[in-house]
């Protein structure tokens, strides 16, 4: 029993040395009169996390989008057409440098014919160069650390051809994401 009444004192001070290994004092003993100081200094940090956040507004229905689409033998002034859709826009929120994504999450389109994810095209502006999509993510815009920056808008034109656009339903994955370089 006085082992271990021994075991729990030693277990005691321990602990209580390392509380005062951690502790910083400061004391003053004097019998001087006029202003007298003690400082005791402490370090305070924090870890700041990167902050980025992508909203994007727009899309047809929740997160899809419909592509305008031929109608009528009439929409085929020739063999192949390009038929323009307003896509959605986005806003980004970013405590630090970050860039903007688009990719395609398949080399073609599911449906009844396998067509190429690159008769989707994109660009930021309704009259601008048009990239076609592929699956290896392209940077769409750039941006510093901003609250909320401007909305930039996804513009599409999409290639139809008469002779290899089998009729059916078709649709093809977009990834838009957001980096931080």
Do not use: E
């Amino acid at each position: 029993m006085r082992k271990l009444a021994l075991a729990g004192a030693a277990a005691c001070a321990v602990a209580m040395s390392a509380q005062v290994a951690a502790a910083q004092s400061c004391s003053i003993t004097s019998t001087a009169a006029g202003t007298l100081s003690c400082t005791v200094v402490s370090t305070h940090s924090f870890t700041m996390p990167s902050l980025l956040q992508l909203t994007m507004s727009g899309f047809t229905s929740g997160t899809n989008m419909t592509l305008a689409a031929p109608t009528a033998m009439s929409d085929y002034s020739t063999p192949t057409i390009q038929m323009p859709t307003t896509g959605p826009s986005y806003q980004v929120a970013a405590n630090r440098n970050y860039k903007v994504q688009i990719s395609a999450n398949a080399a073609s389109f599911a449906g009844p014919y396998a067509k190429p994810a690159g008769d989707l095209a994109w660009s930021t502006s309704a009259v601008g160069t048009f990239t076609p999509l592929t699956t290896t993510p392209a940077d769409i815009s750039t941006g510093t650390p901003t609250t909320l920056s401007a909305a930039v808008g996804v513009f599409y034109k999409t290639t139809y051809n008469f002779a290899t656009d089998v009729p059916g339903s078709y649709s093809l994955g977009v990834t838009f994401t957001l980096v931080a370089p």
